[in-house]
């Protein structure tokens, strides 16, 4: 049996929202079992439950929205607490976007290894896909199939020189996670950042806290992986799925997939009941907890 986790202290960081542009607060706070993971808008006293429900606005990043306030960019946070497997945690922000840090989930892995894990009283649920289903948009596509772990097979192409096609499957543990998907940035091309900025979005954005993709090369100094961009994609949809409220095993297939094809795929799971169930963590067991992190990933003033 595994039980579920919460945080052993609360910790806090501070950062620039990627798309508000503007320093935000944000602070971790140890929560009891069943809490799940909920955000709080201190600013304005709303708390918004973790879950496909409250999807917001899924444009460029994952967006939370309850009673009229939305908190975004919350996919990298959750892919960290996903990927650690940490169940109960209040997550406090003074803004309206959880602070994008250097644009990858490496930041929150540390700040996490700062709080330590912590045991409650309660074992684990998991979901486990029994039948797969799948959402097609066209060219993009993403597919949840039963398998004894989380696994993510994705693959990515765009028209552009530098990035025609990139594909990595994995299984999702707290190493793998910590050592291969954590420290890959967000990423967007050049010329997509100029219309984003018209329409008043990645104002906080800089090379600082994403890859920019230029029409001959990347305009950062080198990659953290020669296959960052894919690894960043299943970042984001290990954030996405832990909208589900319970850890997965299954295996998520992803064709040029992204934050809005996740959750569909994540809604129609949960609405074909003969899809999935609901199991104790004893015979799927999740690895969880802290590994080390490797010095070397840690990203400059993290
Ligand atoms: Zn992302």
Redesign the pocket.
């Known amino acids: 049996m595994v039980y579920r986790r919460t945080l052993r202290r609360e910790v806090a960081c501070t950062g620039i929202g990627l798309h508000c542009g503007r320093p935000v607060r944000l602070r971790l706070v140890p929560a009891p079992a069943e809490h799940g993971i909920r955000f709080a808008r201190i600013d304005v006293g709303v708390e918004i439950p973790a879950t496909l429900a409250h999807i917001g606005s899924q444009d460029h ?1 994952t967006t939370l929205l309850k009673d009229g306030v939305s908190i975004g ?1 919350v ?2 946070l959750l ?1 960290a607490l996903a990927g650690l497997g940490i169940d109960d945690v209040r997550v406090e922000v003074d803004g309206p976007e959880v602070p994008v840090l250097d ?2 989930a490496a930041p929150f892995v540390i700040l996490l290894h700062e709080a330590g894990l912590r045991p409650l009283a309660v074992p684990r649920q998991l979901l486990r896909v029994k039948q797969p289903v799948e959402v097609v948009h066209g060219s993009k596509r993403a597919r949840l199939v039963p398998s004894e772990h989380f696994e993510v097979s994705y693959s990515i192409g765009f028209d552009h020189p530098l990035l025609r096609h990139q594909a990595l499957s994995l299984r999702v543990t707290p190493r793998s996670f910590t050592e291969q998907i954590a420290p890959a ?2 990423f967007g091309f050049l010329r997509e950042v100029e219309l984003l900025r018209k329409s008043g979005l990645a104002l906080g954005g800089s090379l600082k806290n994403a890859v920019v993709i230029g029409e001959t090369g990347v305009l950062n100094n080198k990659l953290r992986f020669e296959d960052e961009f894919v690894r ?2 299943i ?2 949809a290990v ?1 996405d799925l832990a909208l589900l409220g319970h850890p997965l095993v299954g295996r998520l297939e992803a064709t040029k997939a992204g ?1 809005a094809l996740h959750a569909a795929v994540a809604r129609k799971l949960i609405v074909t009941p003969e899809a999935f169930e609901l199991v104790p963590s004893g015979a799927h067991a999740p690895e969880g907890g802290l590994v080390p992190f490797t010095p070397a990933l840690r990203p400059a003033g993290a």
Do not use: M, P, V
């Open positions: 990043a960019t996919e990298h892919a644009g990858s940035r967000t960043h994609k970042l984001d954030g934050h």
